[in-house]
Structure formats: structure tokens, C-alpha cells
């Protein structure tokens, strides 16, 4: 195959294993590829935070766009598109405008052909084996999976404080229904409707008053009420929610610049509607001890499965079949949080939230409880990072990917050595210390 005969696929693929290849010669200057860098999830660049190295020590990190022609780059609008400003390099497998790129905020970036950087005889065969991965595999998965963990908990230790505890897991499992892109705005409409003005405002009401209010409380906080976005409150539910929200006052709205959220299911309204009826849910015991008590019910093995169920939350009628109030969906979207997220949200936020908090309460039977299920918790669903680094390694990684202790192994492994350009002394491949 001639490179300029390659499929933008191809070259995606080319690229991801670009880690150790032939320099790079950019207007006069040699740059390895330390990192290929990250596929994002949705849209933006292909490849985010990709890392170049000069033979006189300097780094150059942005992100990477690949295309089959170079004009592509103005066909499909990235020259007017911010969210490509942070690109440095151009990869195409033809190049047939000759000149750099320019990026929206004006900037110039080199457009990089194929033909340019590798001839046709070191393109890659199709069937290039990925590297061998080492024998004690699962031992530093394992090893690496604790390593998160303690981070983790360190975090939420610190941001604890003088005993916020409630709040600041209420703050970390709002991040996480928030996602990667709206994840801070998630946090910061917690801490301006904070738990303990939530649950002390909905604690002694029937169920339904109670949901109402809270997703008022949120809703409204963010913005995203019917009323507050020029829209007629056509539905019961949602002249409900704007009687709801009128009666408790709450906080002055504040214009949120929602991010992608991907699939409509992940709509920003329908997460924080699910927020409320989980706090709404735990509003008896309160969020901490409701939580807490799950994770202490019954034996380890079952405690993922209580944790899940827990933080699951369906949705009914009214938000089966909308986007946001006001705002109808095409299709039934199912559940508010779904079981995936729900697995997601236990290893990521509750198992560390309460390592820590046992920790500085002295809950030393409760802390090691959280070690043991952590490290025996199911795997969580594939993500795309995931899928990246797991391509690198071939099948024997992906047969060690047995529980979400080495998923997140591999995760740690991802930010501390691949995104640092330590592909070559990646701890994982066999030969390496």
C-alpha cells in the first residue's frame, strides 16, 4: 500500500502506534513521538494531549488531527472550529494544499504527509503483532489498581476538611453524573444547593412533594426549567416542578455552558433529575449513612451489587420521554442513572469517598472492608480509553482485565506513564523493569 492510498482509519491506526517510529521533521526541527496521545470520546481533534519530543530536551503537547487530504481541514470547518486550537500537528496521507494549517484563534500549525515522515516500504503490515505483555501481568494490574485507589482517597481526604463529609460525597457523585465535560459545573451547582440544604428541606415530605422539590432545587439552580428557558410548561410534571420551585425560592439561577454530553440518556437535566431522586431516595439516613450502610450490608462479595442498586435510579413516565422539561426526546431514554454508571460511580467515588472517611473517623474494619471490595468488584464497562491502551498490549491484556481493580490499574498506568511518554518503558511489556 502507498501511504497516500490510506483510509483516515488507517492513519489513525498508523499514528496510535506512532510511540518509537521515525522522528518527525517539523520546519526544520526532529521530534519523537513520546505519546500518540488519547481518542477522545466525542468529536474534537483525534487524538488529545499526543506528546513530541526534540532532541534537545524541549515538549511540545497538543493534540493530533489526521485526514486523508490535507484540504480536509477547511472542508470540514476545523479552521473555525476553538475546539481545535490546541492542535500542533496535521497528519495527512496527502498533501494537496502544501502549506500549514491555521487554527481559529489564527496560529499556524505544519501539516505533516505521510510520504514525508515513512516510506511505503515501513508502512506497517496489518498484521503486526502487539507488544508482549510481561507474565506478571495481573499482579502489577492489581498493584496499579490500589495505587488509583489511594489517590483518590487522598483527594477526598483533603477536600474533607473540618468533617464536610456528607457534602463532599454528594459533591464527587454529582462530578460523575456530570462527566468528563461538565463535571465542574456538576460540582459547583452542589456546593449552591448544597446536601444539607437539600435533605433538610425535603426530609419530612410524602415522596412525590419530595422529588418535586428536589429537582426544582437543581433544576432551577442550573437553569433548566421550562420557564427559565422561554418555554410554556406544557406538562403536569412540569407545572409541578415550576410550582415547586416558585414556593422554595432557591438559589438565582446562573447560566451553565453545557458541554457535549454525547448520547441524549447523558442530557444534563436527566442527570441532575436523577440526582434528585437519589438524594431524595437517602433522605431518611441522609446520603452518607445511607450509603454507608450498604456498603456494610451482608458479605463482600454482594456489597457491589447493593452499591449499584443503590445509586440506580429509573426513570418514570415524565423523563422516559424527555431531554430536559420543556423539551420532548425521540424515544424512550430509560433510565435516569443506569446500572453502568451506577457500577462506575461505587468504584470511582463511593469506595474511595469512604476509604478515606473511615480513615479519619478510625473506621479501621470499615476501611479494610473498602480495600477487599474494591479489589473485588466486577469490571466495569469498556470506555475508550480503556479500549486504546488495551489495543497496545494485544489479547493476554485483555484476558487480565478480569475485575475494575485492574481496569483502573490500567488507567493509572495510562495517565502516570503513557501520557508522559513512557510508552517505551511501559511497565507492562515484557523486558521492562
Known amino acids: 500500500m502507498k501511504p497516500c492510498e490510506m483510509t483516515e482509519a488507517e492513519l489513525a491506526e498508523l499514528w496510535r502506534r506512532a510511540s518509537g517510529r521515525r522522528p518527525l521533521e517539523l520546519e526544520g526541527e526532529s521530534w519523537e513521538v513520546a505519546y500518540p496521545g488519547r481518542r477522545p470520546g466525542q468529536g474534537g481533534p483525534d487524538f488529545q494531549g499526543a506528546l513530541l519530543a526534540g532532541k534537545s530536551g524541549q515538549l511540545l503537547r497538543g493534540d493530533v488531527e489526521a485526514h486523508r487530504l490535507s484540504s ?19 497528519l495527512v496521507a496527502q498533501d494537496d494544499t502544501h502549506r500549514p494549517i491555521r487554527l481559529e484563534n489564527g496560529q499556524e500549525v505544519p501539516t505533516l504527509a505521510l510520504d514525508a515522515w515513512i516510506g511505503e516500504a515501513d508502512l506497517p503490515s496489518p498484521e503486526v503483532a502487539a507488544a508482549s505483555p510481561r507474565p506478571d501481568l495481573g499482579l502489577l494490574l492489581d498493584r496499579a489498581g490500589g495505587k488509583r485507589l489511594e489517590e483518590k482517597a487522598a483527594c477526598f481526604y483533603e477536600e474533607m476538611g473540618d468533617g464536610e463529609g456528607p457534602q463532599v460525597l454528594y459533591r464527587g457523585l454529582l462530578g460523575a453524573l456530570g462527566y468528563a465535560g461538565n463535571k465542574d459545573a456538576f460540582r459547583n451547582l452542589a456546593d449552591r ?26 433544576l432551577g439552580a442550573a437553569g433548566l426549567l421550562p420557564s427559565q428557558r422561554e418555554l410554556p410548561p406544557d406538562h403536569p410534571w412540569e407545572r409541578c416542578l415550576e410550582l415547586a420551585r416558585a414556593r422554595c425560592g432557591g438559589e438565582v439561577a446562573i447560566p451553565v455552558p453545557w458541554l457535549r454530553w454525547g448520547r441524549p440518556g447523558n442530557h444534563p437535566a436527566r442527570r441532575l433529575a436523577g440526582a434528585a431522586r437519589m438524594a ?16 456494610e450490608k451482608g458479605s463482600e462479595a454482594r456489597v457491589a451489587g447493593e452499591l449499584s442498586r443503590g445509586l440506580k435510579v429509573e426513570a418514570d413516565d415524565y423523563w422516559r420521554c424527555h431531554l430536559c422539561p420543556g423539551t420532548k426526546a425521540p424515544g424512550d431514554l430509560g433510565a435516569l442513572v443506569g446500572l453502568g454508571r451506577a457500577r462506575e460511580m461505587a468504584v470511582n467515588i463511593v469506595l474511595p469517598f469512604f476509604l478515606a472517611w473511615a480513615r479519619r473517623e478510625g473506621r479501621h474494619q470499615l476501611a479494610e472492608r473498602c480495600l477487599k471490595v474494591y479489589k473485588r468488584h466486577p469490571k466495569l464497562p469498556d470506555n475508550g480509553l480503556l479500549g486504546q491502551v488495551r489495543a497496545c498490549l494485544g489479547p493476554a491484556l485483555a484476558g487480565a482485565l478480569t475485575s475494575a481493580c485492574r481496569q483502573q490499574g490500567l488507567l493509572h498506568l495510562e495517565r502516570n506513564v503513557c501520557y508522559q511518554g513512557g510508552c517505551r518503558a511501559c511497565p507492562l511489556k515484557e523486558g521492562n523493569p
Not at 480536509?72 to 496535521?90: E, F, K, S, T
Not at 410524602?206 to 428536589?214: C, K, L, S, Y
Open 193 to 218: 444547593v448544597p446536601l444539607r440544604q437539600l435533605e433538610g428541606y425535603i426530609g419530612n415530605m410524602e415522596d412525590e412533594e419530595a422529588v418535586a422539590q428536589a429537582e426544582a432545587f437543581l
Open 72 to 90: 480536509l481541514w477547511r472542508a470540514h470547518g476545523h479552521h473555525r472550529d476553538p475546539a481545535y486550537n490546541d492542535v500542533i500537528l496535521h
Open 280 to 295: 431524595v431516595g437517602f433522605r431518611r439516613q441522609g446520603l452518607l449513612e445511607g450509603l454507608k450502610s450498604l456498603l
